[in-house]
């Protein structure tokens, strides 16, 4: 059988995908190598303007989050409150709530290959080989369609983070609903996620700077900052993985393959925020390919127009890190910068 569409990563980016999938009608195959629920690292912050893409119900929230709190050089705070609350969520639970609103479950199949077969793409997967008309790279950082076109993300974040469970009354306390950024670290930087009876504590340094993450984590729990937050808090969990640094990649499609989410590179450098950007580029993707199948137009500069439109190719700023971040005067600076910003809001 030959799909119409196989989107590979059921992550954000590829439900996402997905669901627009459903809404047109379109055959597609869905193939994950984990099996959900599945957890993927990260601290759930969700920005208000995830609720323009989907409902998010009660039950699938774990706080809500009322802004943002950058704290920099020497001992400046900026506060940035949303219009309207974001939330902060568990990713095992958000993740495997947008897969049940799906149509077509994800198939348990991890790809290792994509070859050009003329027509169609043959996919060599674990479980089986699969073949579709087009495809949506969704695989994440680790991407096999990214490799496949050939395109390399110019920088890439080591993260790595702890989670500590502590009663609620107390993470109210102390964090309240605000996620907290921290640039008080060279070449990178830091966060607190305050969860509903938890929180999560990481940070992400620039790959290239070999940095001793774990050693570099356990000396900003020690901040004066953190220590305070996590008296009596007890480490439940520990996780690292890679987060694109440099926004969207210069190269997103080739053929009749489009990248999307981490695969492509959406990724806000200055936060490490992606989840809304995965979705976002998941359903541009998924639209594209569906009017591609029955009309072929130039794909890249197509997907390029529409990621533009929806303003995801501002997210490109390959030096933000090493503009913004490379010691304490440039982080200085770049908090005077987000004060006058937040001044003028
Ligand atoms: C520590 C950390 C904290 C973060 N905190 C936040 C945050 O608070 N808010 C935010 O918005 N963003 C955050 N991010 C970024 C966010 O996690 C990602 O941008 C987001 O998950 C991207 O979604 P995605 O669907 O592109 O990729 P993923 O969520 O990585 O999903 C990719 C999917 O593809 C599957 N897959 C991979 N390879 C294959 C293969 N070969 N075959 C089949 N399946 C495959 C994986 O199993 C996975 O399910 C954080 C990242 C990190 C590392």
Redesign the pocket.
Known sequence: MIHDIAI?????????AASKLDELGVDYIL????E?P?N????????PK?HSLVQIPEEVIDRKLVGYRVHGPPDAIVESKFPEPGC?VQ?SIF?NYLIERLKTKPVI????EIKDEGEHYLIK??TEDIKARFIIG???????ARKFIGSKSSKI?I???YEFSLDEEKVSQRVGNW?EVFYLMEYGYG?L?PMKDGM?I?I?ILADKKPDIWGMLDKFLDNSLIRPKIHQATLINK??????MSGPLDTLSSGRILL?????G???PG?????????K??QIAAELAYENLANQTNLDDEYNKRLEAAGLLSLRDADFIEKNLASPEHAERYIKKLKFLASRS
């Open positions: 590979i990563g059921a992550g954000p980016a590829g439900a996402m193939l994950d190598k984990a959900f599945r993927k690292p990260c601290a759930g912050v969700l920005s995830i902060i990713r993740d199949n991890q790809a290792s997967g674990r969704a695989d994440g950082t680790g991407s096999i974040a993260s790595a983070q996620f966060w996620s999560k990481g992400g996780e690292a993985h890679s987060i694109p999307t989410g981490d695969a492509g959406f990724v806000y936060t490490g925020e992606g989840i809304y950007y995965a979705m580029s998941g």
